[in-house]
């Protein structure tokens, strides 16, 4: 069952780009209603306000400032409600590649229907779904994107949809359901949405220029110019009306929805927007819904008790975390470890450097003459930073999966702390699996007399860092240009403090503090003592001096401290870059609507 929304005097303003200090209108007093049971449509000119009415009737505004009264059900609703218990359809669709259209709506049903639900019954649902929509044939097709094959765009729209539609929403909400869509494909999606009306959803479609057949399954209209509310009624009364006010004497050699779109384009563009909204602020249609308004604000007739526990929900979620972790590891993760597009960027580049350093210093590492002692050093040092570097190959998955995770958190899916740890238990597996596959042979090969524990933890744990690393840039970058140039420019100012390239004996003062604050220090720390140290505190190898002394290598490179420092420090940072990503993904927000 639906429920009523209204809007009264609803403005939306924001900051000028063109003259600074200004505040711009993109919705002005707008007034109006949606009712259960009905399909109403936003209709105008791009750039009239339509998407931004639904946006904010939708409660995804990120910025400007919004005025006016907003009820559903004549209550406030608060983002928790519009997250749990309304259907939001993006323009553009959002969905994961990698999924089938059945595994889909199920990922999405066991993230957002109750975890006390049986999955068999969650199971009922999405397969009543996909009859209701129509995508029996594409259920077992992958859904793809622009690199791989999958499903058409009519059948993604439905998807879409279906995903909106998964926990039987009061309020659905379609933003341009038809754009990109031939005209049969937009009828036949248009047609589907018009069905959800009888289970007594409350529906409000934006659309730009509709087909008649799409056009006819509208209860009601809702036309906006320049931000400026024009008509507000019954579909059938939209052409009469605008009659008076058009060039146009009549309506009789046009289709009703392409007539009415030319005529509100051509108001636009001969900037009539204030004189259209003054008529109909003195029309009879004005009053119609003035009082079919007040009739809605003003009776106090009872809500049901399920309606007003749902307007009143504390959490924005409704899958706790650990058994949001499951869904995720169930569907994604699993998905993921078969997948070439995800396992490819992660494993080639530490083939081809392990295999690089094994041959490059092989069987160098029990070699303690003093005039080894660099090319060891210089070993260690590439088993730190190569990692390090990679993590350029861990940007685009939190970069380019941005829009999804917007719409997924918009839909009250998850919170961000379960999306961090989840997509850090995929990375990490990988790594744990590839550390030991790779450090193995690097180890063997180049017959190092450190710990294999030592070589191995510290090379999982510096490319543990420098994956969180890169989650927290891509996090805060706004788009991959930026994040792919902030990754290696950090990790090459970290190459200077490491201790190799100069010794901390040697830095400025003004500078010593960076190393401190260098996560790879700690990592070619703990390889040097555990390749050098002799076991009674000493070093294996002597640096002769100038002065014809000899001190102790890691005394020469002042690494006095003990392997479980550096281990535990080197940790320390991925628990800090770990805390960093997740603030960076809670509270930047590169999204601009």
């Known amino acids: 069952m639906g429920m009523p929304i209204t809007f009264k005097d609803l403005s939306y303003s924001v900051m000028s780009n063109v003259e600074k200090g200004k505040e711009v209108f993109l919705l002005n007093k707008i007034s ?21 009415l639904l946006d904010v009737l939708a409660g995804r505004k990120t910025q400007g400032t919004i005025t006016g009264e907003i009820a559903f059900s004549n209550h406030r609703p608060t983002k928790m ?33 109750p975890v006390w639900e049986s999955l068999e019954s969650k199971q009922i649902e999405v397969d009543r779904l996909i009859e209701k929509l129509a ?106 009306y605008f009659e008076a006010l058009a060039a146009e004497s009549s309506a009789e050699f046009f289709n009703e929805a392409e007539w009415l779109t030319d005529v509100i384009v051509k108001a636009d563009r001969d900037q009539r927007a204030l004189e259209f ?24 007739h009872e809500v049901a008790k399920e309606v007003l526990d749902q307007l009143l929900v504390k959490r924005e979620t409704v899958t706790p975390f650990w058994s949001a972790l499951r869904v995720f590891i169930k569907y994604r993760s699993r998905k993921n470890f078969t997948d070439a597009a995800f396992l490819g960027p992660r494993i080639g580049d530490k083939v081809i450097f392990s295999l690089l350093i094994a041959t490059l210093y092989w069987d160098v590492g029990n070699d303690f003459d003093p005039d080894n002692h660099y090319n060891i050093a210089a070993l260690l040092f590439q088993w730190c ?55 193995a042979i690097v180890y063997f090969a180049t017959n190092l007399q450190c710990t294999f524990f030592i070589f191995w933890i510290v090379y999982f744990g510096t490319l543990s860092n420098g994956i969180v690393l890169a989650y927290f840039i891509g996090a805060l970058s706004a788009n991959m240009d930026v994040a792919n140039a902030a990754v290696p420019a950090y990790v090459v100012t970290l190459l200077f403090f490491t201790g190799l390239l100069i010794r901390f004996d ?27 140290e002799d076991g009674d505190g000493g070093s294996k190898t002597l640096i002769p001096q100038g002065d014809g002394t000899q001190i102790p290598l890691l005394e020469f490179y002042e690494l006095e401290e003990s392997e479980a420092f550096y281990v535990g420090w080197m940790f320390a940072f991925f628990v800090g870059f770990f805390i960093a990503a997740f603030f960076a993904m809670t509270y930047v927000k590169h999204q601009r609507r």
């Open 277 to 300: 909204s003054e008529h109909f602020q003195n029309s009879n249609q004005k009053q119609t819904m003035d009082k079919d308004l007040a009739d809605l604000t003003e009776q106090k």
């Open 135 to 240: 995508l029996e044939t594409a259920q077992n097709t992958k859904i793809g994107d622009s690199m791989s094959r999958g499903i058409s765009g009519g059948q993604a729209k439905r998807v879409n949809i279906g995903i909106a539609l998964i926990t039987e929403p009061r309020v659905l909400f379609l933003d341009e359901p038809t754009s990109g869509l031939d005209s049969y494909t937009a009828n036949e999606v248009m047609t589907v949405v018009k069905g959800l009306v009888a289970d007594g959803t409350t529906i409000c479609a934006t659309v730009h220029s509709p087909t008649p057949l799409t056009f006819s399954l509208f209860n009601r209209i809702i036309l906006l110019v320049r931000g400026e509310l024009v008509f507000f009624g019954e579909r059938k009364d939209a052409v009469p």
């Open 81 to 113: 409600f519009l997250r749990r218990y309304t259907g939001y359809v993006e323009q553009f669709d959002t969905l994961l590649p990698i999924l089938t259209v059945k595994e889909m709506l199920m990922y999405t049903a066991e993230l957002k229907r």
């Open 32 to 52: 109006g209603y949606f009712k259960p049971s009905q399909m109403s449509a936003l209709m105008g000119p791009s750039g009239s306000g339509k998407t931004t």
């Open 385 to 439: 930073i190569l990692p390090a570097f990679g993590a350029t190959a861990f940007v685009p998955n939190i970069v380019l999966e941005r829009v999804l995770f917007y719409r997924e958190r918009n839909d009250g899916l998850y919170r961000v702390i379960t999306y961090l740890v989840a997509k850090m238990i995929d990375e990490l597996i990988v790594a744990l699996v590839i550390s030991l596959i790779f450090g």
């Open 506 to 532: 040697d830095m400025p003062r003004y500078w010593f503090w960076y190393s401190k604050i260098n996560f790879l220090r700690y990592s070619w720390g703990a390889l040097m003592v555990s390749q050098y």
